[in-house]
């Protein structure tokens, strides 16, 4: 994985979210606009194709047994205990699959919160329900509210938000950062706890 001053390159976001994650995206991750997002993804497929692998392994076996050793009422079962050698072995390999699910997993932790030598610093406050933003290098603050589209059509007496193409998605005033910079994004709250994400990002904060 490279260093995370690629993390934002290609990026100019919605504060509320990309189009489109709702109806497109509903069985996997996104793959996302940057490289830290990216990197994340095959590390979500490589993993989930280990545990399919491992699934198919350990279930074909049993169903196998079960079809292949089945015996007649009153088979007299054949009794063994210990077996050193196969205990070491399902010790040994689950070990170092976990081993090497957990190294690239760390790495991308790392790699997000690597706020080292960044370009530009953005104070994202959230408020009962708003985002604030600051843009801390620049005399620049705005208030970013719920698109007035959704913000009508989620209450019962004066519409449907099926109609809304991008339901609970746009916003009035979106945030916009240039592309090519490593960013440092500032989190805090002024009342309850909040959830900021940006799914093209591959990160919630």
């Known amino acids: 994985m490279k260093k995370t001053k690629q993390l934002f390159a290609g990026l100019t976001l919605l504060a509320a979210g990309q189009q489109g994650v709702q109806a497109d995206y509903k069985l996997n991750l996104m793959e996302g606009v940057t490289k830290v997002s990216n990197d994340i993804y095959d590390l979500h497929m490589l993993i989930l194709w280990i545990c399919v692998f491992i699934g198919i392994a350990v279930f074909g076996t049993m169903f196998y047994s079960i079809f292949h050793h089945r015996k007649s009422k009153g088979h007299k079962a054949e009794q063994f205990h210990e077996n050193t050698t196969v205990e070491i072995i399902w010790t040994i390999i689950p070990t170092l699959i976990l081993v090497g699910m957990a190294i690239p997993a760390t790495k991308a932790v790392i790699e997000l919160d690597d706020v080292q030598s960044s370009e530009m610093s953005i104070k994202v ?59 440092r994004f500032v989190f805090t709250a002024a009342d309850v706890i909040h959830s900021w994400w940006v799914p093209d990002l591959g990160w919630k904060k």
């Open 125 to 183: 406050t959230g408020k009962q329900w708003y985002w604030d933003y600051q843009y801390l290098d620049n005399d620049i603050h705005f208030e970013s509210h719920l698109d007035e589209a959704s913000e009508k059509s989620h209450r019962l007496s004066t519409g449907n938000p099926h109609s809304v193409p991008n339901y609970l998605l746009n916003v009035d005033k979106p945030l916009v950062v240039p592309v090519n910079k490593k960013i």
